[in-house]
């Protein structure tokens, strides 16, 4: 199962906004059809973390699935600071 960690939105072009939600993944939890390819620095037990961009939903078992998603992050931290640099304009809510 999936948690989210944070929400807020960003600018995709023009005046159209999409939402971005930061997820924690528990290595416990890994989705049934999860065909995600760890690198070698990122054990297959270690909590990660995913951005997930645009048009979401999340299913019964509570695993989110969206337009696109990122690379896996070690921390909060890491995820942030990459949309942070990538991402014009970003804001995220204050949960």
């Known amino acids: 199962?999936?948690?989210?960690i944070k929400t807020?939105?960003?600018k995709y072009?023009?005046?159209?906004?999409?939402?971005?939600?930061?997820?924690?993944?528990d290595p416990a939890h890994l989705p049934p059809s999860a065909s995600v390819a760890f690198s070698?620095?990122?054990?297959?037990?270690?909590?990660?973390y995913y951005l997930h961009f645009g048009k979401y939903l999340i299913d019964e078992k509570?695993?989110?699935?969206?337009?696109?998603?990122?690379?896996?992050?070690l921390s909060v931290?890491?995820?942030m600071g990459y949309a942070e640099r990538n991402i014009e304009i970003?804001?995220?809510?204050?949960?």
């Open 1 to 4: 199962m999936h948690k989210i």
């Open 8 to 10: 807020g939105e960003w």
């Open 13 to 25: 072009s023009g005046n159209t906004y999409l939402p971005i939600l930061l997820v924690e993944q």
């Open 40 to 48: 070698s620095n990122i054990g297959k037990d270690r909590t990660v």
């Open 62 to 73: 509570g695993y989110v699935s969206s337009d696109s998603s990122s690379r896996p992050f």
């Open 77 to 79: 931290q890491e995820a």
């Open 90 to 95: 970003l804001n995220w809510n204050m949960d």
